[in-house]
């Protein structure tokens, strides 16, 4: 089993900054993917960003020129750095990785996120 960990959430003011960590833990094989969901109530969970295990990012419209996500292979994280922050980027962010040969997906339980002056 593979466990992953969400930090960084809070509450910041239009315009702030945050920067949001994930990590897996346990049973983890080689990461094909790792990426951030941002769900808010009533809605689906929707893609933020992802990226593959040879480093290529992929943005949502939303995120582009303002998030930045990265990862670190050797300690199993992703990272999401998110900048001019927007009161629509408020939600509950959601961390996920896809592992090993049989691309198991697995979900973190998340870190809310509120923007707000």
């Known amino acids: 089993q593979v466990a992953l960990v969400e930090s960084g959430g809070g509450l910041v003011q239009p315009g702030g900054s945050l920067k949001l960590s994930c990590v897996a833990s346990g049973n983890v094989l080689s990461m094909n993917a790792m990426g951030w969901y941002r769900q808010v109530p009533g809605k689906q969970r929707e893609l933020v960003a992802h990226i593959t295990g040879t480093g290529r990012a992929y943005y949502q419209d939303p995120a582009k020129g303002r998030f930045t996500i990265s990862s670190d292979n050797g300690k199993n994280s992703v990272f999401l750095q998110m900048t001019s922050l927007k009161p629509e980027d408020t939600g509950v962010y959601y961390c996920?990785?896809?592992?090993?040969?049989?691309?198991?997906?697995?979900w973190g339980r998340g870190t809310q996120v509120n923007v707000s002056s």
């Open positions: 996920m990785g896809d592992f090993g040969p049989e691309r198991m997906s697995y």
